[in-house]
């Protein structure tokens, strides 16, 4: 097993310019998310998923969107970047829905936006 | 939201000494879980906690879920400099509005082990 894909690793965006973040996992695993991580923040949750088709808003959704088409992927999209999106994403993933078991993360994407 | 304080932000230690960290909430959870993330690397789960009281160990690493639940403290032994990275403390709450399937996650704690 790959385990949780990501990609790119990094990316430079311009302020208004839409991107989408990548994020794949082959552990047949229900539920996936999308965390930011900046300095001494910690990680804030943005969207998770808990099956293919169902989506919901974390902590700090605002300019995010995802969707859940299949249960392997799950992409990020920014549809217009702002500097505050500069930021390392990471994507996570877990066997079950009530996250019992081990979420596993990917290895992050590192955003600037100029 | 829920929100939880880690402390200390940052540590730096000699190797061979002990290591505490701990993170306290206004709010209970009914698990809660250590993570540790090496530079440039994604969040690993150390110890993951599900009752109030229980202590758990993984090598030098002790874990325990506070009484209260609304606290957990982690314990390092003897470190040693593979040590080094911040570790984060997270929660879960069971409770209504979806709020199972959301961790809340600590600032982080830097770790420098001085060899």
């Known amino acids: 097993n790959a385990g949780v894909t990501q990609t790119p690793k990094f990316q430079v965006l311009k302020t208004g310019q839409s991107m989408t973040l990548q994020c794949a996992q082959d552990m047949n695993h229900e539920y996936m998310s999308w965390y930011r991580q900046d300095p001494g923040m910690g990680l804030r949750l943005i969207h998770y998923?808990?099956?293919?088709?169902?989506?919901d808003q974390g902590e700090v959704p605002n300019g995010y969107n995802v969707s859940r088409s299949t249960t392997e992927d799950f992409p990020l999209r920014l549809l217009s970047a702002a500097p505050s999106q500069t930021s390392v994403y990471f994507c996570?993933?877990?066997?079950?829905?009530?996250?019992?078991?081990?979420?596993?993360f990917g290895p992050g994407t590192r955003l600037t936006v100029l | 939201g829920q929100q939880l304080n880690q402390s200390p932000q940052s540590m730096f230690i000699q190797e061979g000494e002990d290591v505490s960290m701990n993170c306290t909430s206004s709010s209970i959870f009914n698990t809660w879980l250590w993570y540790k993330q090496d530079p440039g690397e994604g969040p690993v789960l150390l110890i993951a906690l599900y009752k109030a009281g229980e202590l758990t160990s993984n090598g030098r690493l002790t874990a325990q879920f506070g009484i209260t639940r609304k606290d957990s403290f982690l314990n390092i032994s003897a470190s040693i400099p593979s040590d080094v990275g911040i570790y984060f403390c997270?929660?879960?709450?069971f409770g209504s509005g979806g709020s199972n399937y959301k961790l809340t996650f600590g600032k982080g704690t830097l770790l420098t082990v001085n060899p």
């Open positions: 998923s808990v099956g293919a088709g169902i989506t």
């Open positions: 996570a993933s877990s066997k079950d829905r009530d996250l019992t078991d081990t979420q596993y």
């Open positions: 997270a929660g879960q709450f």
